[in-house]
């Protein structure tokens, strides 16, 4: 989650999301197609399922709203992510998906992350920051940003203040 410090609204689930903590109150971000946002909730009950048999490794995280991770643990890890993600990509479903730019598919060094796609192209968590910035009226270079994989790349980019763990993937 990105704080800033004022309104405790933070950027979740790779920017589609705005949260407030305090209040508890979401909002999708508003560039998220309600057909994307459906494929995703599709994907979730009826694909997760299949993919989890084929490979049972995988860990998804659950409660996320239009939004999957597929987490593998290296001690139980049958290939590299690398491979996961090929495998993931080459899925009929998800290339359909894909195709129709109703989502997209990225991963970093532990997991496969499935994301929508907004009206002018990928949601990420940038344009969450963006959203964030909309709602909050501070402005990204005013905001602490923290993050630990390559999918934090769009926001660290925009925030003024950077921050990662000492376990962070480049």
């Not at 009826?46 to 048999?53: D, L, R």
């Not at 929508?116 to 964030?132: A, Y």
């Not at 934090?152 to 480049?170: E, I, K, Q, V, Y």
């Amino acid at each position: 989650a990105f704080l800033t410090g004022i309104s405790g609204w933070c950027v979740i689930q790779g920017g589609g999301w705005l949260f407030n903590p305090i209040t508890k109150e979401m909002e999708r971000h508003p560039e998220i197609t309600e057909e994307s946002f459906l494929a995703l909730l599709k994907l979730e009950h009826e694909w997760v399922p299949k993919i989890k048999q084929e490979y049972p490794e995988f860990f998804h995280y659950p409660g996320k709203m239009g939004y999957i991770t597929l987490e593998v643990h290296e001690h139980n890890a049958r290939m590299s992510l690398d491979d996961y993600y090929a495998k993931v990509k080459a899925d009929k479903n998800i290339q359909c998906l894909e195709e129709q730019d109703l989502i997209e598919v990225t991963h970093s060094q532990i997991a496969v992350d499935i994301g929508p796609t907004g009206k002018n192209g990928p949601i990420n968590k940038g344009s969450g920051l963006w959203l964030l910035a909309q709602k909050t009226g501070v402005h990204p270079s005013k905001m602490l940003v923290i993050g630990d994989s390559s999918s934090d790349h769009s926001m660290f980019g925009l925030g003024g203040f950077r921050a990662c763990p000492n376990n962070a993937t480049p």
